[in-house]
């Protein structure tokens, strides 16, 4: 890890995530090595299928009748999916505090022997430990969080367990009642550092635990995708307004052209880039000027804004997966 840290500290604003330990991928022979790359170029012939691709599986737009079906019951397509799934789909986002280690008060000291998997969420087949560097840089006294489509708490559980800071609070939100409530039974939920409510940031009132310009840090992530177009730019004028002059936002969401978009089939499509997936859930993939221009135009300064690309492998069936998720922060 010698050199990596200091990466890690750089703010960036280009194109390009810092580097990190030996996952850059500098001869094609060995891309089934490891399970992920970082910072993957893509060559003109692979962005031009890709849009090939969205092209051709945005042929057939939904009836005004089924948009609007899946816009008026979002909310029963989330609690059905947590119904289902409950808490053991998505996992605990431990890499938060390399990407965001604004959410971290304290320095944790380990013994690292590996580089850190700073996006992925799984690990090396033959290697099932899990690294966790929490970097030591000042919080901005960041100790009145909120995060916004906190599910079932994959992000607010890791920041609670890492982060020590004695005035922490965690707020976080999400219009799944489901979802809440299956937050509220977790162990890990404390009432003196947490509160969980339901939320639907569309609406034009936010009735919220908190007033506004209250917040040090709102958290972001992959849930301003989940919802139609037309009201993100609202949604960032609510968090605007919540949160302290200086306040920041953390922001992380998927990228134009990923897996997840060009893996969809004809018939899917809302509205130009988003779509509605087999369960009733909504995803819109983002490029960097749209979110810099969401920000940017509810008065924020841009501190970060990048395109993460990343190459995920099974090596088992011999599998090339490209994802792309987009990333940012933003001051108030």
């Known amino acids: 890890m010698e050199g990596n840290t200091s990466k890690l500290q750089q703010i960036e604003s280009n194109d390009k995530r810092p580097q990190f330990g030996n996952r850059i991928l500098s001869n094609s022979d060995n891309v089934f090595q490891h399970n992920a790359w ?17 092209n051709e599986n945005s042929t057939i737009i939904l009836s005004e009748q089924k948009i609007e079906e899946y816009e008026c019951e979002a909310d029963k397509y989330w609690d059905k999916f947590y119904g289902i799934h409950e808490n053991k789909f998505f996992k605990d986002r431990h890499w938060l505090f390399t990407e965001f280690p604004e959410l971290a008060a304290v320095t944790v000291k380990q013994n690292i022997t590996q580089p850190l998997r700073t996006i992925s969420e799984s690990t090396d087949q033959d ?31 890791p920041i609670l367990l890492y982060n020590t ?8 939100c999400d219009f799944s009642a489901k979802a809440i409530d299956i937050l509220k039974q977790n162990s890990a939920y404390d009432t003196s550092r947490c509160k969980a409510f339901i939320l639907d940031i569309t609406q034009e009132r936010w009735e919220t635990p908190f007033e ?10 992959f849930v301003l995708s989940a919802i ?36 969809f089939k004809k018939g899917s499509c809302l509205a130009e880039n988003f779509y509605a997936r087999g369960d009733g859930t909504r995803v819109y993939f983002f490029t960097q000027e749209e979110v810099r221009t969401l920000f940017k135009t ?30 940012g922060k933003y001051r108030k």
């Open 38 to 54: 970082d910072n993957v170029t893509w060559n003109e012939e692979q962005q031009n299928l890709a849009q090939q691709k969205v």
């Open 228 to 263: 139609h177009p037309d009201k993100m730019q609202h949604v960032i004028q609510q968090v605007h307004k919540y949160l302290k002059q200086g306040g920041l936002v953390l922001f992380r969401d998927y990228g134009r052209y990923d897996l997840a978009q060009l893996r």
């Open 165 to 172: 800071d004695p005035n922490l609070f965690v707020y976080c």
């Open 127 to 157: 290697d099932k430990r899990t690294h966790i560097k929490i970097l030591d840089l000042p919080s901005n006294n960041g100790n009145q969080i909120l995060e916004i489509g906190c599910g079932v708490g994959n992000t607010v559980f």
């Open 298 to 327: 509810c008065g924020f300064t841009e501190e970060q804004n990048l395109v993460d690309r990343r190459l995920q492998v099974n090596r088992g069936k011999q599998l090339k997966m490209y994802r792309v998720w987009i990333q």
């Open 212 to 221: 506004p310009g209250s917040l040090d840090i709102i958290v972001l992530i």
